[in-house]
C-alpha cells in the first residue's frame, strides 16, 4: 500500500474544477500533485459569476468569505437606443431579488474574475501544503489495472525536464481541448456553433462609463457589444459579437477601437489599456463517461457550452466535489471503486439538461433586438439557473424510506423541485437551517451549553457524511437505534447530530447519547427546510458535497445507505 513513489493522485490543470477538486481531496488528508502547463497563473475574468449553489460549495470548502471579501454583486443590465447609444432604452437586472431564506442563505449571484478565484482557491490549497505545479504540462499517460504513468514535461530555465509520475488516480481537469479525455478516447459529441456566433471577450481599461450597470449596445443580427464592470477599477469585461471580423478585433487595437464607435455610436468612450482580448467560439459537446478506469475528467474537459448560459464554472465546481469525496473514501480504503462510477451516473443527466438549457439561452440571447424586443427575456438569469434544484434523486447510491425513488432521471435540474412547495427528496441539494441552539457538542465551543447557535451549513463539512436524527425525545428509541446502527461506522467519517424541537421554550433533558452533538430546533428552521413535522423521527443523512444522500425511517435504511458508500470489503 505504501509505495512512497506513488502520489494517490495526479491533477492535470489548475483551473476552477482541478483547484476545488484538489481542495476537496486536501481537506480529506489525501495527498495529491496538481500540474499546470502554463508557466504563470493566468489572469482575466472570463466566467466569472459564481451561483449561489457554488457558493454553498465554497461555504462548505472554507473559501466563502475570501470570496465574497472580493466579490461584487450582479449590476442591472442597461441596454441603450441606438444608433446614438446614449439614451437608455432599458434597465432590468438579470437575476430578479429574491431575499435570502433560512434554507436558501445565498440569494445573489456574486461576480468575481476567475483568476480572483483561482488565487483564493491556490491560496486555501497551500495552506493545507499543496502547492500548483506550474509551467508543468501533461503529454501522454498510460494507465495499467493498479497505477497509472503519467509522462509530464517540466519548463526548467531555458531548458525542460522529463519526469513520468506514478499515480493511482489521474483526475483531467485540463479544460476544452485537454489532452486527458481525447487519449482516453471518449467521444465527445454536440456541435461547433458558427462564425457569426462567436464572441470577442476580453478585459479592457474604459474611460467614460458608470460601474452601476453592465452596459449593452445592438444585437447579435448587427453589432452587440456588452461592457461589464468588475472588481478592478476601470477595467470591464468587453464581450463583442454579431456581424464583425473576430479576427481583426483581436490582432488590432484599432480594430477593437473602430468597432466599439460603431458598436455603440458613443464617441465619448475610451479605450484605455487592453490587458488581454481573445476569440472565443462556443461549442455545445458533452463526453460520453466522465470516468474510464483510474482516470476521470470533469469541468469544461467533460462538457462545454455556450457562454450564454453561463453555467461553466457552476458545472465544474459541482463536477469536482461530487468526484473529490468520492475518490477521498476510496483512498482512505473504506470504499470500493465502484463507487466512483456514481459520479458519471449523477453528473451526466444534469449536464445533458445544462446543455440544453444554455442552448435555450444562447438562442434567446440570437432573438433579442437592439430595440429592446425580448432582451429581459433573453438576459434573465435566476430560477432554476441557480441551480438549487439540481439533483440525483436517480442516483443508485441514494436512499429514500420517505418517498419513492426515480428510476431515471426526470428533473435534473430540479425545474420544479427548485419551488418550495416541492417535497424534499434524497439526492435533493441539502437546505441550510439557521437558530439552532447547540446543547451538547463532543467538541468544546467555549461557551455555555444551550447558549451558542449555529446553522446546519456550519455543521456540514467535505469530509464526513452528517446524520441529522430528529427526535423529539419521546419517540426516543428509534433514534437510539439509529445512533448505535451510525456507531459501527468510522467517526470521523459520520457526524451524527441530534436534532430536537423546543415547544414551550424549555430545552429537553438530554444527554449525547453516543451522538456528537445535539441542537434545539428554536425556530423550527431544520424541520421546516426537511419536511419533518413536530414528534416524527426521521433521519437525514447529509453527504460531504452538500448533497441528501439517505432519507431514512429504518435502521434497514440507514445499513443500506451506508452499506452502498463503505464498500470495500
Ligand atoms: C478564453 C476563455 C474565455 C471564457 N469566457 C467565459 C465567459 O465569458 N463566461 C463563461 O461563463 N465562461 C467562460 N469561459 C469558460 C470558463 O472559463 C470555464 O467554464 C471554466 O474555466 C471551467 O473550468 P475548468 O477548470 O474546467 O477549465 P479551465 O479553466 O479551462 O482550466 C484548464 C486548465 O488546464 C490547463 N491545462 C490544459 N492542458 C494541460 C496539460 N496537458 N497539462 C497541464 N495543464 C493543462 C490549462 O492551462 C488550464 O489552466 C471561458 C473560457 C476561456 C478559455
Ligand atoms: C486578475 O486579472 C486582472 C486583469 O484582467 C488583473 O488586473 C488582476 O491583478 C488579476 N488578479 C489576480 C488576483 O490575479
Ligand atoms: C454561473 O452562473 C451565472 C448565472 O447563470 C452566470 O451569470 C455566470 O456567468 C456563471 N459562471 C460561469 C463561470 O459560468
Ligand atoms: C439579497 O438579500 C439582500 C438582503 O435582504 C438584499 O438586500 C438583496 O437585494 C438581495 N439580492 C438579490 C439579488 O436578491
Ligand atoms: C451578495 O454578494 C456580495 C458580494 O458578491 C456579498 O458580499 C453579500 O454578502 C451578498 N449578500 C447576501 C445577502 O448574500
Not at 322 to 338: D, R
Not at 454 to 472: C, K, R
Not at 547 to 562: A, D, M, Q, V, W
Request: charged content about 25%; overall charge negative.
Amino acid at each position: 500500500m505504501s509505495d512512497d513513489s506513488v502520489v494517490p493522485v495526479l491533477i492535470v490543470g489548475a483551473g476552477p474544477a482541478g483547484l476545488v477538486v484538489a481542495l476537496t481531496l486536501r481537506k480529506n488528508g489525501i495527498p495529491v500533485r496538481i500540474i499546470e502547463k502554463t508557466p504563470r497563473v493566468q489572469v482575466g475574468q472570463r466566467g466569472a459569476g459564481i451561483m449561489p449553489r457554488s457558493q454553498e460549495v465554497f461555504n462548505l470548502l472554507g473559501v466563502l468569505d475570501d470570496i465574497h471579501a472580493k466579490a461584487m454583486p450582479i449590476v442591472p443590465m442597461r441596454m441603450y437606443k441606438s444608433p446614438e447609444g446614449i439614451e437608455p432604452l432599458l434597465t432590468f437586472q438579470l437575476d430578479p431579488a429574491v431575499a435570502p431564506t433560512p434554507s436558501r442563505p445565498y440569494n445573489n449571484t456574486s461576480m468575481l474574475g476567475q483568476n480572483h478565484t483561482e488565487e483564493i482557491l491556490r491560496t486555501h490549497l497551500e495552506r493545507h501544503g499543496c502547492h500548483v505545479e506550474l509551467g508543468t504540462t501533461l503529454y501522454s499517460f498510460q494507465p495499467t489495472d493498479d497505477h497509472v504513468l503519467a509522462h509530464v514535461l517540466r519548463e526548467k530555465g531555458d531548458g525542460e525536464t522529463v519526469e513520468t509520475i506514478k499515480c493511482r488516480w489521474l483526475i483531467g481537469t485540463d479544460g476544452a481541448r485537454g489532452v486527458v479525455r481525447k487519449q482516453l478516447g471518449l467521444a465527445f459529441d454536440g456541435e461547433t456553433l458558427k462564425a457569426t456566433h462567436h464572441l470577442v471577450i476580453g478585459d479592457v481599461q474604459i474611460k467614460g462609463l458608470d460601474k452601476k450597470h453592465w452596459h449593452y449596445w445592438g444585437d447579435m443580427s448587427t453589432i452587440l457589444v456588452m461592457l461589464r464592470p468588475t472588481e478592478d477599477d476601470d477595467i470591464y469585461f468587453l464581450s463583442v459579437g454579431g456581424h464583425v471580423d473576430h479576427a481583426k478585433i483581436v490582432a488590432e487595437r484599432a480594430g477593437l477601437e473602430r468597432v466599439l464607435k460603431v458598436g455603440t455610436g458613443r464617441m465619448d468612450i475610451v479605450l484605455g489599456k487592453i490587458r488581454y482580448v481573445t476569440e472565443y467560439r462556443p461549442h455545445v459537446r458533452m463526453a460520453e463517461t466522465f470516468r474510464k478506469g483510474r482516470v476521470f475528467v470533469a469541468g469544461d474537459a467533460a462538457h462545454i457550452h455556450s457562454p450564454f448560459g453561463g453555467q461553466g464554472l457552476n458545472s465544474s465546481v459541482q463536477d469536482a466535489v461530487n468526484l473529490g469525496w468520492k475518490l477521498s473514501l476510496v483512498e482512505k480504503g473504506v470504499a470500493a471503486p465502484s463507487l466512483l462510477d456514481s459520479y458519471s451516473e449523477e453528473r451526466i443527466p444534469v449536464i445533458t439538461e445544462m446543455l440544453k438549457k444554455s442552448t435555450e439561452l444562447f438562442d434567446n440571447a440570437m432573438q433579442a433586438k437592439s430595440d429592446g424586443t425580448n432582451s429581459e427575456k433573453a438576459w434573465y438569469r435566476g430560477g432554476e439557473l441557480h441551480m438549487f434544484g439540481v439533483n440525483c434523486r436517480w442516483s443508485s447510491i441514494v436512499v429514500d424510506e420517505r418517498t419513492p425513488k426515480e428510476k431515471t432521471p426526470v428533473d435534473p435540474y430540479g425545474v420544479e423541485s427548485c419551488s418550495y412547495t416541492n417535497a424534499v427528496r434524497a439526492g435533493d441539494r441539502a437546505p441550510d437551517a439557521p437558530g439552532l441552539v447547540v446543547l451538547d457538542s463532543a467538541e468544546d465551543t467555549g461557551m455555555p451549553q444551550g447558549t451558542t447557535s449555529t446553522s446546519l451549513f456550519n455543521i456540514f463539512g467535505p469530509s464526513y457524511h452528517t446524520a441529522l436524527i430528529f427526535s423529539d425525545g419521546t419517540d426516543s428509541d428509534k433514534a437510539k437505534q439509529i445512533v448505535s446502527q451510525l456507531r459501527a461506522y468510522p467517526p470521523e467519517l459520520v457526524r451524527k447530530v441530534l436534532v430536537y424541537h423546543d415547544p414551550d421554550g424549555t430545552p429537553p433533558v438530554v444527554t449525547l447519547g453516543g451522538a456528537d452533538m445535539s441542537v434545539v430546533d428554536r425556530y423550527g428552521h431544520a424541520h421546516g427546510s426537511y419536511q419533518v413535522r413536530w414528534n416524527e423521527f426521521v433521519a437525514i443523512v447529509v453527504r460531504p458535497d452538500g448533497g441528501i444522500g439517505g432519507i431514512i425511517r429504518s435502521t434497514e435504511g440507514l445499513k443500506r445507505y451506508f452499506d452502498g458508500i463503505f464498500s470495500a470489503t
